[in-house]
């Protein structure tokens, strides 16, 4: 059997990669979660935990012993070098983690790997294709501030210390807009067609 091919999904936050990914997977195309397994295993590593108290201190643990994600991030979100500190520590984890999920994936005409950072860690130079989801920045803010209960400051901090937008496009095969208007189902599953063109695959009972 051919190696599986792996397409990277990435955006910029409130860009709505996690909403674009979970169709995928509703078509039928394992998606790998890297930010949720990056917190999974900020939480279940004792080596990342060890790690992470050692470079700041017990005030990022709550009551329970365990790493207080609000506390951490505002440590190091507002803090480029702090927040490269960090993925320093969780994303070798987490590059394992996707290796040992890739191994499992059989009979599938390609993988999709939903990952904030992709371009960032340099992650997509494992990629086959890179799909990047966009948003409009006021609509971004508004969706962050109704998911994580942040204000429009913290939220412009967080946009300020990624990599611009406009940058990341250029590493992009696959543009997805998710400005509220555009339908999502009908930009993902123009991707899934050109991707089974393009590498001659296809997927069953999936039109």
């Known amino acids: 059997m051919s190696k599986t091919l792996q397409i990277g999904l990435t955006g910029g936050i409130g860009s709505g990669k996690s909403t674009v990914a979970k169709i995928f997977s509703t078509i039928g195309i394992p ?22 108290v050692k470079e700041w201190g017990a005030t990022v643990l709550d009551s329970k012993g365990s790493i207080d994600k609000k506390a951490l991030a505002a440590l190091v979100f507002s803090q480029p070098e702090e927040h490269k500190k960090l993925n320093a520590i969780l994303h070798p984890l987490v590059a394992e983690d996707y290796r040992l999920w890739l191994q499992q994936q059989h009979d ?11 371009i960032e860690s340099g992650s997509y130079k494992n990629c086959d294709k890179i799909i990047m989801v966009v948003a409009p920045e006021s609509v971004a803010i508004s969706r962050v501030i109704a998911r994580d209960g942040i204000s429009a400051e913290q939220v412009k901090q967080r946009i300020a210390n990624q990599m611009p ?6 590493w992009a095969h696959f543009i997805v807009r998710n400005d509220n208007h555009e339908m999502l189902i009908p930009q993902v599953l123009e991707i899934h067609h050109n991707l089974k063109n393009i590498y001659g695959n296809s997927i069953g009972s999936t039109n």
Do not use: G, M
């Open 108 to 118: 599938v005409p390609y993988v999709v790997k939903e990952a904030a950072i992709l």
């Open 31 to 52: 998606v790998y979660y890297a930010d949720d397994r990056s917190k999974f295993i900020l939480q279940s590593d004792s080596s990342a935990k060890e790690k992470i």
């Open 165 to 170: 937008v406009d940058e990341k496009v250029k």
